[in-house]
């Protein structure tokens, strides 16, 4: 036995109860302590809530046991929620090593993902791995996470007064419009990391606050004057929660968009509304920026080949793993949106 281990209790989960039985009885032969079996992802997660664990070894393909009450679909399922919520390490323990797996479990970050047939000597050491990562985990993780996105904050704040600054001084019309593009994705970095630095551990930003922040700041540092183009703003935003991982597409997304349309839907004076939403729907969000100005100068479709704003809109979108979308709005003018599904355990595809 190591000072590691010290007996730690796990749960093994697997809807053969054979199967759980037997690498049972391998733990215990190896030292561990079995402190139950669980044949559904439900079963798991509730066990995980009412035993004292330090590691579940789960199965990925089983009964959920919960899906119709919005509970756990499958081992992966079960892994986030238990990892997540419970902060207890889950080694993934299955005979599927296929792609679309693999991507699932990235994102709910196991403590391992072990592929079968494997000999108990990996088990063992993924285990080991595992539990030596829990006992070295720093409690004031979260505090040193605030800080560091309060100090991002800061940094990408000074940066965007430098580039106002500069814009003001810059008489070259598409200098000025380059500098205040660059200014607008600097400020929804800046807004999406004031917005994360102000969540705890397992809770989601709100984000109707913060979208409502970060387009009025765009709206009230890019539209012109009045006198120049009467322009008016507004807001159609639901509350909901987005997880962390997901703010920063989601401020690119939306000041991509504002900016498109404040530069380019009423040219020579014109004026008009514009209209940010976000909204949710079985599952999955819409970020919106529509207005009523001229539209696209044609086929949305083949637009943002040597448009790096659309590029960006099309970036963000993959990013939140949903779908752009770029067209004619009710109104007559242009239309950009994005669905994704709204997933608690979400990351970054560039993670």
């Keep these: 036995m190591t000072d590691i281990r010290q007996n730690p209790r796990i749960l093994v989960v697997d809807d053969e109860t054979i199967i759980a039985m037997q690498i049972g009885e391998m733990l215990?032969?190896?030292?561990?302590?079995?402190?139950?079996?669980?044949?559904?992802?439900?079963?798991a997660v509730d066990k995980a809530r009412k035993l004292a664990l330090d590691l579940v070894l789960m199965d990925i393909v089983m009964p959920g046991?919960?899906?119709d009450d919005?509970?756990?679909?499958?081992?992966?399922?079960?892994?986030?929620?238990?990892?997540?919520?419970?902060?207890?390490?889950?080694v993934l323990l299955s005979a599927h090593g296929e792609e679309h797996f693999l991507r699932r479990a990235r994102r709910a970050l196991p403590a391992a993902y072990l592929v079968k047939p494997c000999q108990n000597t990996q088990i063992r050491a993924a285990i080991e791995v595992a539990l030596a990562v829990r006992a070295q985990t720093d409690p004031a993780a979260p505090f040193r996470l605030r800080e560091a996105h309060h100090r991002i904050k800061n940094s990408f704040s000074l940066?965007?007064?430098?580039?106002?600054?500069?814009?003001i001084q810059t008489h070259d019309p598409a200098a000025r419009d380059s500098l205040a593009d660059a200014g607008a994705r600097v400020l929804a970095l800046a807004e999406a990391h004031e917005a994360m630095g102000a969540v705890g551990p397992g809770q989601g930003v709100d984000?109707?606050?913060?979208?409502?922040?970060?387009?009025?700041?765009?709206?009230?540092?890019q539209a012109p004057p009045p006198a120049m183009c009467p322009m008016a703003l507004d807001l159609d935003m639901s509350p909901l929660g987005l997880a962390p991982e997901q703010t920063v597409p989601c401020a690119i997304f939306l000041a991509e968009g504002l900016t498109n349309a404040i530069r380019h839907a009423f040219p020579e004076g014109r004026g008009g509304r514009v209209r940010v939403g976000l909204h949710r729907e079985n599952g999955r969000v819409e970020l919106s920026v529509e207005d009523d100005g001229v539209g696209f100068p044609g086929d949305p479709a083949e637009l943002g080949g040597d448009s790096f704003g659309l590029q960006c809109l099309r970036a963000a979108a993959e990013q939140l793993e949903g779908e752009?979308?770029?067209?004619?709005?009710?109104?007559?003018?242009?239309?950009?949106?994005?669905?994704?599904?709204?997933?608690?355990?979400?990351?970054?595809?560039?993670a």
């Design 70 to 90: 919005g509970g756990s679909e499958d081992g992966i399922d079960a892994c986030a929620i238990i990892q997540r919520d419970l902060h207890i390490p889950v």
């Design 159 to 167: 940066l965007h007064s430098m580039l106002r600054f500069q814009e």
């Design 207 to 221: 984000a109707r606050a913060h979208m409502e922040r970060l387009a009025r700041a765009l709206f009230a540092a």
């Design 65 to 67: 046991g919960g899906a």
């Design 28 to 43: 215990e032969a190896e030292g561990f302590g079995l402190a139950g079996v669980a044949g559904t992802a439900q079963e």
């Design 324 to 350: 752009a979308e770029m067209g004619r709005s009710a109104a007559g003018g242009a239309r950009v949106a994005v669905r994704f599904p709204l997933a608690p355990d979400y990351q970054s595809l560039s």
